[in-house]
């Protein structure tokens, strides 16, 4: 199984800050990764697909990158909505596998 | 407006078995791959199982297989989840999921709200 490691697992950071996050694959995934965001009690929401492709409607302040086994997420400019928690999951082949996930907080 | 709806969830003690449904609306099911994918209270996302269009294929963790069964009526629009043998690390919020249609690949591109399963004696 390919094994999925995000860092940090939480990070405190101010409205206006630029944030990454970066997700690790135990071997390499070329690009079949993707990004969501959870807000506590509700569901999953996809952010990115293909590593770096921004689904429609998402804010152009997130941005995706990498290849291989790794990868990152940015948000450039963080706004209030944006404090949440943030998984990456691989979808290169079954079983699929999330990160652990990177709680992301007001400062 | 795609929209997902799970339910069956409840209280159910170990060992003991429950089935879950989600009904699929605002698009055309029978097309579309499915999944679950659940998350214990606290904790971070698992995926579950997934079934494609016509239900040729089909994967689960390692972690319900034996024990767990999806399958889909797409004349229901509907997905389901047989889960038997609970054990009380089943316990979790269970979502329901659609793959994006916009790029090749399993991404979760819409979800439901959840249903609750609690395993406990």
């Known amino acids: 199984d390919i094994q999925m490691t995000q860092s940090p697992s939480s990070v405190s950071a101010s409205v206006g800050d630029r944030v990454t996050i970066t997700c690790r694959a135990s071997?390499?995934?070329?690009?079949?990764l993707a990004w969501y965001q959870q807000k506590p009690g509700k569901a999953p929401k996809l952010l990115i697909y293909?590593?770096?492709d921004l689904r429609s409607g998402v804010p152009s302040r997130f941005s995706g990158s990498g290849s291989g086994t790794d990868f990152t997420l940015t948000i450039s400019s963080l706004q209030p909505e944006d404090f949440a928690t943030y998984y990456c999951?691989?979808?290169?082949?079954?079983?699929?596998?999330f990160g652990q996930g990177t709680r992301l907080e007001i400062e | 407006e795609v929209q997902l709806e799970e339910s069956g969830g409840g209280l159910v003690k170990p060992g003991g078995s429950l089935r879950l449904s989600c009904v699929a609306s605002?698009?055309?099911?029978?097309?579309?791959?499915m999944n679950w994918v659940r998350q214990s209270p606290g904790k971070g996302l698992e995926w579950v199982s997934s079934?494609?269009?016509?239900?040729?294929?089909?994967y689960y963790a390692d972690s319900v297989k034996g024990r767990f069964t999806i399958s889909r009526d797409n004349a229901k629009n509907s997905l389901y989840l047989e889960m038997n043998s609970l054990r009380v690390e089943d316990t979790a919020v269970y979502y329901c999921?659609?793959?994006?249609?916009?790029?090749?690949?399993?991404?979760?591109?819409?979800w439901g709200l959840g249903t609750l399963v609690t395993v406990s004696s």
């Open positions: 999921a659609r793959v994006w249609e916009e790029a090749s690949g399993w991404y979760l591109g819409y």
């Open positions: 605002g698009f055309t099911f029978r097309t579309y791959d």
């Open positions: 079934i494609t269009s016509g239900s040729s294929y089909i």
């Open positions: 071997r390499s995934i070329t690009s079949w």
């Open positions: 293909g590593a770096s």
């Open positions: 999951q691989q979808v290169n082949s079954f079983p699929f596998t």
